[in-house]
């Protein structure tokens, strides 16, 4: 039995957080004993999806980057205590953490990295890449977020490789949520073409170009709908937004929520307007959905997404592009489902949790015989 912990800054319902219980659910678990630990005590709601999964979660309470650092030495008893053997860290601030547990108990540590250098506070940049040589074995969601660590330092590639997130096809299916009764379930009109959404609302996901987006659509077509998952810090920016607009009435905010399935089978087409990602975990769900996605190619967007072929992509800086693709979808039934069934057999067929789950575990095979 392999003991891995799993340490991350916070385990709210953000893409890398919601991996932790996608894999669980695929791993080994008679060859791999997980265990979890965060430390924003506000940040939780992922704790309990993996405690319902019957693994074990931990807090280790701190809100700064010093606090979080300072939790090294209780860390390293911790790890100690229950005989872990693997440490895999994710995002930089528990990566430099999970560090240097590792420098002082010698116990390996893996890192997947979840966005590009360039994205982070300097300091934060630092931090991680002045540590990251310490890593057994460094792991990046996308092609993208690989080359970015590429250019700013030199691990050679028996160290550090792309492992591009996956999603679980057989628990993201549509046939499970039939659309007229979930519709009716989450009182959203039947007859009504609806165009959505999941996300934490944050600067990146530059959602007043989504709401700008939304109002022309409407303001041509009266017969559509639009759905906001989530929440986060842009909230109270992108309500008034709709208030200004003139379109409480047609745009829905069910906020965060722990079961997004029937959210996203209730949709017609999934719209993001993203500056930057990694690979994103609700795209992935969505197209798992067979939902057609139109996206800016922000990050790894577009190593998931080939235009015209399994969704629709512009340039990041050319969001303004994306109302032509709309257009087409929602006007076009038959353009959605070829889209959407395409977009479903690409993620089975190159973006399954469990073909990820199965790379992990050959990488955790790897460290332990270093």
């Known amino acids: 039995m392999i003991r891995v912990l799993h340490l991350i800054k916070s385990l709210g319902r953000g893409g890398a957080e919601m991996l932790l219980p996608e894999t669980l659910r695929v791993h080994d678990r008679e060859r791999y004993d997980f265990r979890y630990a965060y430390f924003l005590p506000h940040k939780g709601q992922v704790a309990e999806d993996l405690r ?54 010698g116990i390996p540590v893996v890192y997947t990295e979840h966005n590009k250098q360039e994205r982070y506070h300097t300091l934060t940049r630092r931090l991680n890449l002045a540590t990251m040589p310490w890593n057994q074995r460094v792991i990046a969601c996308s092609n993208d977020v690989l080359a970015s660590i590429n250019q700013h330092v030199s691990l050679g590639r028996e160290r ?39 996300c934490v609302f944050r600067t990146q996901k530059r959602l007043h170009h989504w709401l700008t987006l939304a109002e022309r659509l409407y303001r041509s077509n009266p017969n559509l709908r639009f759905v906001l998952v989530g929440d986060g810090p842009q909230e ?35 719209l993001m307007t993203s500056e930057f990602e990694g690979l994103p975990i609700a795209m992935l769900e969505a197209m798992s959905m067979e939902l057609p996605v139109v996206a ?9 997404i080939t235009d015209g072929e399994n969704g629709f992509l512009a340039e990041v800086e050319d969001w303004q592009a994306l109302q032509a693709p709309l257009e087409r979808l929602i006007d076009d039934e038959a353009l959605r489902r070829q889209i959407g069934q395409a977009a479903r057999t690409q993620v089975q067929r190159n973006f399954s949790v469990q073909r990820m789950a199965r790379e992990l575990e050959g990488i955790y095979d790897q460290v332990i015989l270093l």
Not at 70 to 98: E, F, K, M, N, W
Not at 296 to 304: D, F, H, L, S, V
Request: hydrophobic share 45%; charged share 20%; net charge positive.
């Open 236 to 270: 109270e920016q992108i309500r008034a937004q709709v208030r200004q607009a003139g379109m409480e009435q047609v745009i829905s905010f069910p906020g965060r929520i722990s079961e997004v399935r029937p959210w996203l089978a209730a949709m017609d087409v999934y």
């Open 52 to 105: 319902a999964l019957g693994a074990e979660v931990d807090l280790f309470a701190a809100t700064t980057t010093p606090g979080i650092l300072a939790q090294s030495l209780a860390l390293q008893r911790y790890v100690r205590r229950h005989r872990i053997d693997i440490i895999h860290c994710h995002l930089p601030i528990a990566g430099v953490t999970g560090r240097i547990v590792s420098k002082l108990t």
């Open 296 to 304: 800016t190619r922000a990050g790894g967007i577009g190593e998931a």
């Open 160 to 198: 550090v490789q792309s492992l591009q997130n996956g999603v679980n096809t057989a628990r993201f299916a549509l046939h499970d949520f039939p659309r007229t009764r979930v519709r009716a379930q989450l009182e959203l009109p039947a007859e009504k073409i609806i165009v959505g959404t999941v």
